[in-house]
């Protein structure tokens, strides 16, 4: 394995991880919609940098790794008009790695009125600042892999009453069945890619299933045009 280079890509520095923590704690303060912002936000900036990477630094990454999947997926996306796109997709990497090692919790929330949390969306850019902050100084390789654990962690542990307060599992479930319910089911997909081996459904009841389901669904809506613009020309 070439050196420099971390086998898991993760920042294991105790200050980082205490800083990690501090900011997990910042988005689950906000509604759904502005932690999503938050995320977005921060990923944009880290993007920007990360962008100009020569794709040898990407390439030596990656076979550090020692992982065939994401080197077939590095070598396919080499093939497209943007690929350090590839980073994105490093993103969703880390943030499935940490809904599947399962180390969060959802706690019950100290939130108030559904009203606070509708209107605090002008609090999503200093703690988006606050992730850039952490992230932009760290290797590109650290820092995707601290914003795709965030964003893994704020899934597992964004407060039911916050989520529940915008509607968003009634919005899903009309989206997948076309008319306004409460009974809907997660797609099989979803299982396929995010738990093969029913390591999330031996474990969570299909309530909080439903909740992974929900935010990850908005997550990937909030940072569609990363797929949208992922294009051969």
């Not at 630094?57 to 992982?67: A, G, Y």
Request: aromatic letters at 12%; glycine letters at 4%; charged letters at 25%.
């Amino acid at each position: 394995m070439p050196s420099g280079f971390p086998r898991d890509s993760l920042a294991k520095d105790r200050a980082v991880e205490a800083k990690t923590a501090t900011l997990l704690e910042a988005l689950n303060s906000l509604s759904v919609n502005s932690a999503l912002w938050a995320l977005r936000t921060a990923f944009n900036s880290f993007f920007s940098k990360a962008s100009q990477l020569p794709l040898e630094s990407i390439d030596s990454w990656v076979t550090s790794l020692d992982n065939h999947s994401i080197e077939a997926r590095w070598n396919f996306q080499k093939q497209m008009k943007r690929p350090h796109l590839f980073l994105y997709a490093m993103f969703g990497y880390f943030k499935l790695r940490t809904l599947r090692e399962d180390t969060y919790r959802r706690m019950g929330s100290k939130r108030t009125t559904t009203q606070e949390r509708k209107d605090d969306f002008d609090r999503h850019l200093p703690i988006a600042n606050l992730i850039s902050q952490l992230v932009l100084p760290l290797p590109f390789y650290e820092g995707v892999a601290i914003l795709g654990q965030l964003a893994g962690a704020w899934m597992m542990t964004c407060p039911e009453s916050t989520i529940r307060s915008e509607h968003s599992i009634e919005h899903v479930g009309k989206w997948l069945t076309g008319h306004e319910t409460t009974e809907w089911n997660v797609p099989s997909a979803w299982f396929e890619m995010y738990d093969p081996e029913n390591d999330l459904r031996s474990k969570f009841p299909a309530t909080e299933l439903k909740l992974l389901y929900t935010l990850d669904f908005w997550l990937n809506l909030a940072f569609e045009d990363y797929d949208v613009n992922n294009t051969r020309d």
